[in-house]
């Protein structure tokens, strides 16, 4: 994981809302996009690293690599009640490998806005900007 | 330049527009809004309605409702119906996450100034009967059996349970279950997804709502359905939940990674589709209908809930179902093409199926009339309740629009408003609002909307479905 503040922001999709992350490598843009993915839902400073979850995926380009990644969190959050503010991600070959340290929801002291259903191909990209790589999609909430 | 000038379009009736096909569209768009509609949509909604227009098998035209905007795939407010006999598809991004998302709206017996004396209590009760938002939970937890018995027997199966009556299975489409679903198709994930969320409303755009009927605009159909100016109805909109966003998740990716297959060029990635008659078409199939039927169960769930409530507070008014109606799904119907009867399969992604009067699916006591077109409105304004029109079925496949859509992004309503600011608004203004989160309130502040009432005029001036009453908000439940 880099030691720097993920670096993300949401960008507008008429009915839905989109996450973007930046890093040195694609694994840290994924780190940073997840960062903004529970931004969507609530503050991440709020959600206190209690539980780790282990997260792998396999896809055969890095963009569906990024939906699958994000969906896995979707997934942890909707079946699990979870809530994420950290995320160490390793890409190698096609191959995610991730942590996610979060916590319960705690709907009184998240106030989460929204659940997200699902991270879709809308907007989907996955690119190096000059120095850095970028990865975001639109979330379906 | 305006909309109407950038993508050529004729007016071909009223409220009702063509973009004739060209490069590899196979057959036209039509649009049916007002040119103030028509010009506010954003551009993409035309580029997406003329993808859909190129996918095989597309009968007659691709559609956009008044209330379309950019979807995934298909736009929002988008239906197009696709022959199997002529390599028709059926798309998971032409459905969307939530399966079978849609609303029903139940008749109290009741009088606005019956329930004035306790409204707070009325709201207090609802919340807290009615799980709502992230992280709240369904009181029944289904084992993995009960789980594929509720995918194959939706409504119905809530009913068998207890959760309803029979008579409310006649007031739901397809009588409350779905036929032709599979649960083997549903995964593990999916399944997990859904076990502490039956009988739950979810977030967003979803609510409950105690409705005043503010206007009657036909009096005849009305009457038939039991309404009447002043009288306290209930709606209920959300959808198949956990369950439903899973299965749209796992084959719209199924649908992505086999499309080079089919050997078709994607304009757009999410427009990804099988073939109907191919295997993971008919998996789709299967399992998307699986959802339909969670959708109408976990309808019928909060139908009981909200009952337990009434109950307590009103005894004897047993709330009987006007009519549920879904807006996204694809299902299979009979269609007039050109004189011929045919079997197509028809999405409807944010879109109401609105048939009209003797249609053959609907229940008896609603042939006269045509069925009852349910469209939301967004917390703090207005809904409304739409009757099917015999004409609906040559515009659309016998479709209508299903509600408002947004104007302003969930980013730029949290930026402008604070949520305990808009609940003190609405209060002020005569309606409570119950909500775990007062960030979602104010993502979903009523001028966050689009006036669903002009795409509702739209509608009706169309003949896509027309106005019988008009519905305003007391209580509103979200998530």
């Known amino acids: 994981m880099s030691s720097r503040e993920p670096r993300w922001e949401h960008f507008s999709h008429e009915a839905d809302i989109g996450v973007r992350g930046f890093g040195a490598t694609p694994a840290e843009a994924f780190e940073a996009a997840a960062m903004a993915l529970t931004a969507v839902v609530t503050d991440p400073a709020r959600v206190a690293p209690r539980k780790v979850v282990e997260i792998s995926c396999e896809a055969p380009d890095l963009e569906l690599l990024l939906v699958d990644w994000l969906n896995a969190l979707i997934y942890e959050m909707s079946a699990h009640g979870m809530l994420f503010g950290r995320f160490e991600v390793t890409v190698e070959g096609g ?14 002291r998240h106030q989460p806005a929204v659940e997200v259903k699902g991270a879709t191909f809308t907007e989907l990209k996955v690119e190096r ?7 975001q999609c639109v979330v379906d909430v | 330049m305006s909309r109407v000038e950038q993508f050529d379009l004729h007016p071909i009736g009223e409220d009702r527009w063509q973009l004739a096909p060209r490069g590899r569209m196979r057959v036209p768009v039509e649009l049916f809004a007002s040119r103030e509609l028509l010009e506010a949509m954003d551009e993409r909604v035309f580029e997406q309605a003329c993808n859909v227009a190129m996918l095989p098998g597309i009968v007659k035209a691709s559609h956009a409702m008044p209330d379309a905007h950019w ?23 032409g459905v969307g996450f939530d399966i079978s998302c849609g609303v029903r709206t139940h008749l109290t017996g009741l009088k606005r100034g019956d329930i004035d004396r306790c409204r707070e209590r009325l709201a207090d009760a609802l919340a807290a009967n009615v799980p709502a938002g992230l992280g709240s939970k369904g009181l029944i937890r289904l084992s993995d059996r009960e789980m594929t018995a509720m995918l194959l027997g939706g409504a119905r199966w809530a009913v068998e349970r207890g959760y309803g009556r029979e008579a409310d299975l006649e007031r739901t489409e397809e009588r409350g279950c779905m036929a032709g679903a599979d649960p083997d198709q549903v995964s593990a994930r999916a399944r997990e997804r859904q076990r502490q969320e039956m009988g739950t409303l ?13 206007g009657v605009f036909d009096e005849a159909v009305a009457r038939a359905w039991g309404l009447e100016e002043g009288d306290v ?8 939940r956990g369950l439903g966003h899973q299965i749209g998740t796992e084959f719209l990716r199924r649908m992505v990674v086999e499309a080079p297959q089919h050997g078709i060029q994607l304009p757009d990635r999410e427009l990804a589709f099988a073939p109907i008659a191919s295997k993971l078409g008919q998996a789709y199939l299967g399992a998307m209908r699986a959802g339909i039927n969670c959708a109408l169960a976990n309808r ?35 269609h007039q093409v050109e004189g011929e009867r045919r079997r197509l399969f028809v999405h409807r992604k944010g879109a109401t199926r609105a048939f009209g009067p003797d249609h053959r699916e609907l229940p008896d006591a609603l042939r006269p009339t045509g069925q009852p077109v349910l469209i939301g ?12 029109t015999a004409e609906s079925e040559s515009l659309a496949f016998s479709s209508a629009c299903h509600g408002a859509g947004r104007a302003m992004s969930r980013r730029a309503a949290t930026r402008k408003w604070r949520g305990r600011q808009v609940v003190d608004d609405l209060a002020a203004r005569g309606i409570l609002v119950r909500s775990p989160s007062m960030r979602g309130v104010a993502e979903e502040a009523p001028e966050a909307y689009k006036d669903v009432s002009e795409v509702v005029e739209s509608a009706h001036r169309a003949g896509l479905a027309k106005k019988v009453a008009k519905l305003v908000p007391l209580v509103c439940i979200k998530g």
């Open chain 2, 377 to 388: 409105g967004s917390m703090g304004t207005a809904s409304w309740i739409l009757c099917g």
């Open chain 2, 233 to 240: 109805v209930v709606s209920i909109h959300c959808g198949s």
């Open chain 1, 129 to 135: 900007q000059g120095a850095e790589w970028m990865a």
């Open chain 1, 95 to 108: 191959k995610l490998r991730g942590r996610a340290h979060g916590e319960s929801v705690d709907p009184a």
């Open chain 2, 71 to 93: 979807g995934y795939g298909f736009p929002i407010g988008g239906v197009a119906a696709f022959d199997p006999e002529q390599g028709g598809v059926v798309s998971a991004g």
């Open chain 2, 202 to 214: 979810g977030s967003g755009n979803h609510y409950l709502e105690v409705q005043e009927v503010a």
């Open chain 2, 300 to 334: 019928q769930i909060v139908t009981h809930l909200v009952r337990e409530v009434f109950e307590r507070l009103f005894p004897g008014h047993t709330l009987p179902l006007l009519y549920d109606v879904s807006h996204n799904t694809c299902k299979e119907e009979w």
